[in-house]
């Protein structure tokens, strides 16, 4: 494989792995504060389909981009109130969130465009587009340097860089912040919290909160950056892998970016891979295509066992009196 096919596949993991890295950063917050979230593919899929329609009607990338984050976060806030206020069972929550956005999100689309679903295709203005870092094009002659820096770094979404900037963001707040400690500290000791005079119910719905938000921000991108517009199911199950990177990366947020660049890599190797022959066999699409999920798989079967994840995730908190 040549130098340019390599690039090629490595640009291709970076726009591929920004929705898991934002959605595995969302599932982050929530989960550190002891809410499991099955819930985040709903909440990409309720935001893409508000970012498409949107952007369709307006023509702005942006008011699209703030309609998918305000429709992630009142997604967020209904199942936070599913889990945090009426304690119920916070995995059935985030099933309901899934099922809940997969047919409105369709039934809506064909109500108001009868397009099958689809939002119409975005015009100018209406999706994001690329940015050229300074100096890119003077660099792109360089041997070597100037390639990977004009098509690697450079000629992203501003929504890639966005994401990336997240994992410096959310390492510093967890890990330098007093916000950080005691969100931390709530994922695993909920009583401590509360004897301290900590409220562990507002510290929960900001975890929800920022978790809406940045799923807000990965479902965006679907639909107004990689995509020109909403279709019926696109994020495609990524919001469960998101979940798998999250749980391989044992919560932490750089071994979680790392995990979600593997995860793009492999969706982009299957793209090149299509078409592809074995022993003069063309080997079939969907096999190829299978590759991501089936590392998912793998990966669990092979390391779940290993990842411990905050003693409290999962149950409700109920406080003494």
């Not at 950063?25 to 929530?30: D, T, V």
């Not at 069972?89 to 409105?104: D, R």
């Not at 509360?194 to 940045?214: E, F, H, M, N, P």
């Not at 799923?215 to 979940?243: D, E, H, P, R, V």
């Given at each position: 494989m040549d130098f340019p096919a390599i690039l090629s596949i490595l640009d291709a993991t970076?726009?591929?792995?920004?929705?898991?890295?934002?959605?595995?950063?969302a599932g982050l917050y929530s989960e550190r504060a002891g809410l499991f979230d099955i819930g985040l593919e709903g909440k990409m899929l309720a935001a893409a389909f508000a970012a498409g329609?949107?952007?369709?009607i307006t023509g702005s990338?942006?008011?699209?981009?703030a309609a998918g984050m305000s429709v992630s976060l009142a997604t967020a806030l209904l199942q936070g109130v599913a889990a945090i206020t009426l304690r119920g069972n916070q995995l059935i929550a985030g099933v309901a969130i899934n099922m809940l956005a997969a047919g409105l999100t369709t039934f809506l689309g064909q109500t108001w465009f009868s397009q099958g679903g689809r939002t119409p295709p975005l015009g100018e203005g209406g999706r994001f587009v690329p940015i050229n870092l300074p100096f890119a094009n003077e660099l792109a002659g360089v041997p070597i340097i100037g390639p990977?820096?004009?098509?690697?770094?450079?000629?992203h979404y501003i929504l890639v860089y966005i994401?990336?900037?997240?994992?410096?963001?959310?390492?510093?707040?967890?890990?330098?912040?007093?916000f950080g400690l005691r969100l931390r500290a709530v994922g695993e000791s909920p009583k401590a919290v509360d004897t301290?005079?900590?409220?562990?119910?507002?510290?929960?719905?900001?975890?929800?909160?920022i978790t809406g938000l940045l799923c807000g921000i990965a479902?965006?991108?679907?639909s107004i950056a990689q995509g020109s517009g909403f279709g019926n199911n696109m994020t495609a199950g990524k919001g469960y892998i998101a979940l798998a990177a999250l749980i391989f990366a044992k919560w932490k947020p750089v071994p979680a970016m790392f995990t979600c660049l593997l995860f793009g890599f492999l969706d982009a190797l299957q793209i090149r891979l299509q078409g592809?022959?074995?022993?003069?066999?063309?080997?079939?699409?969907?096999?190829?295509q299978a590759l991501p999920y089936v590392l998912t798989v793998i990966l669990l079967a092979g390391f779940i066992g290993k990842a411990v994840g905050p003693k409290a995730g999962g149950v409700a908190y109920t406080k003494e009196r």
């Amino acid at each position: 494989m040549d130098f340019p096919a390599i690039l090629s596949i490595l640009d291709a993991t970076i726009r591929l792995s920004t929705p898991l890295l934002l959605a595995c950063l969302a599932g982050l917050y929530s989960e550190r504060a002891g809410l499991f979230d099955i819930g985040l593919e709903g909440k990409m899929l309720a935001a893409a389909f508000a970012a498409g329609a949107v952007a369709a009607i307006t023509g702005s990338a942006w008011i699209g981009l703030a309609a998918g984050m305000s429709v992630s976060l009142a997604t967020a806030l209904l199942q936070g109130v599913a889990a945090i206020t009426l304690r119920g069972n916070q995995l059935i929550a985030g099933v309901a969130i899934n099922m809940l956005a997969a047919g409105l999100t369709t039934f809506l689309g064909q109500t108001w465009f009868s397009q099958g679903g689809r939002t119409p295709p975005l015009g100018e203005g209406g999706r994001f587009v690329p940015i050229n870092l300074p100096f890119a094009n003077e660099l792109a002659g360089v041997p070597i340097i100037g390639p990977i820096y004009y098509e690697l770094i450079s000629g992203h979404y501003i929504l890639v860089y966005i994401a990336f900037l997240m994992v410096a963001v959310t390492a510093y707040v967890l890990y330098r912040t007093r916000f950080g400690l005691r969100l931390r500290a709530v994922g695993e000791s909920p009583k401590a919290v509360d004897t301290a005079g900590i409220s562990v119910v507002k510290l929960r719905y900001q975890a929800v909160i920022i978790t809406g938000l940045l799923c807000g921000i990965a479902g965006a991108y679907f639909s107004i950056a990689q995509g020109s517009g909403f279709g019926n199911n696109m994020t495609a199950g990524k919001g469960y892998i998101a979940l798998a990177a999250l749980i391989f990366a044992k919560w932490k947020p750089v071994p979680a970016m790392f995990t979600c660049l593997l995860f793009g890599f492999l969706d982009a190797l299957q793209i090149r891979l299509q078409g592809a022959r074995l022993g003069g066999v063309e080997i079939p699409v969907q096999a190829i295509q299978a590759l991501p999920y089936v590392l998912t798989v793998i990966l669990l079967a092979g390391f779940i066992g290993k990842a411990v994840g905050p003693k409290a995730g999962g149950v409700a908190y109920t406080k003494e009196r």
